[in-house]
């Protein structure tokens, strides 16, 4: 029988490179995009590929997505959520709506596709992209960290509340990837800084230029986002997958860290570290 998939964040980055690997081994992959031209480019990629816009913050969109996709299938072998951005910057001046932004997209829209969609995953898997940052220790991306965080806990309560056991759930924790997320998040984040008062420019300057740096130079280091797309493929395949798979050894030591140190530890080798990155500012 063909099997199915729904992948949420399809334009670019992880969404895009899991949608062609699933495509290529004989999946038929509904791809989720917000633009036209990301459903033209997605769809020349392979045939089993099939464009689905999709806006995760969108109620309406949800909706529109979900009967569409009925129309292309009955069941759904696995729900797999890419969709995110990154909020950056000091928590001591970051506008509440940019907060609410981060947590609208990472952590409710993710819960209110697999709310929508659950019907169609009765003999599944839901798989969640996300992150090392979900451990909570990276200054000035606690926005990004906590709605990981949040998302990682409240999909993870699913696994308890099921009546059907057949549903696995899946978080899968990248560390630094190799994708466009960067720049975007560069973007989007330095032109929000900049409108704060002056005090605060004055006061996280050079944080914020280590950050943006640090986040450009990371979409040519870490590891690829084939990488990522081949531990979603194996969780999807294996019969009793792991509740969380780490890719990446940064990601392997910063959540075992995470566990092993306490608090007080961890914030003070942060603390110290973020300030020798920044002298040279």
């Known amino acids: 029988m063909e099997k199915t998939v729904l992948i949420t964040g399809a334009s670019s980055g992880i969404g895009k490179e899991t949608a062609v690997l699933f495509a290529g081994n004989g999946y038929k992959v509904l791809a989720c995009v917000r633009k036209k031209s990301d459903k033209f480019e997605l769809e020349k ?16 969109g949800i909706e529109k ?16 959520n890419c969709a995110g951005i990154a909020v950056a910057g000091p ?31 009765y003999d599944g898997k839901i798989i969640y992209i996300s992150s090392m940052a979900a451990s909570g220790i ?22 308890n509340e099921f009546k059907n056991k057949n ?32 005090r605060i420019q004055k006061k996280y300057e050079k944080e914020m ?3 943006a740096e640090n986040a450009r130079a990371n979409n040519n280091r870490g590891s690829l986002p084939i990488d990522v797309a081949k ?40 603390r110290y570290f973020m300030e020798k990155r920044t002298e040279k500012y």
């Open 91 to 121: 928590m001591e001046a970051l506008p509440l709506k940019r907060i609410k932004e981060q947590f609208e997209v990472n952590t409710f829209g993710a819960i209110a596709v697999i709310q929508k969609f659950l019907p169609l995953i």
């Open 138 to 159: 990276f200054p000035f991306l606690s926005p990004y960290c906590a709605s990981k965080r949040a998302a990682d806990i409240m999909i993870n309560s699913l696994s």
């Open 209 to 211: 230029k280590f950050l």
């Open 45 to 60: 990629l392979h045939k089993n590929i099939n464009a689905v816009f999709l806006d995760v913050t969108n109620s309406g």
């Open 167 to 198: 549903i696995k759930i899946v978080s899968i924790k990248p560390g630094c990837i190799r994708t466009p997320f960067w720049d975007k998040s560069v973007e989007s984040n330095i032109p929000v800084f900049e409108t704060s008062s002056e």
């Open 65 to 80: 997505a979900f009967w569409y996709v009925m129309k292309k299938t009955s069941k759904l072998d696995a729900l797999i």
């Open 231 to 270: 531990t979603i493929l194996k969780a999807v395949e294996t019969a009793n997958p792991k509740a969380s798979y780490t890719v990446g050894a940064d990601s392997f030591f910063i959540m075992l860290a995470a566990k092993i140190f306490p608090q007080s530890w961890i914030n003070k080798t942060v």
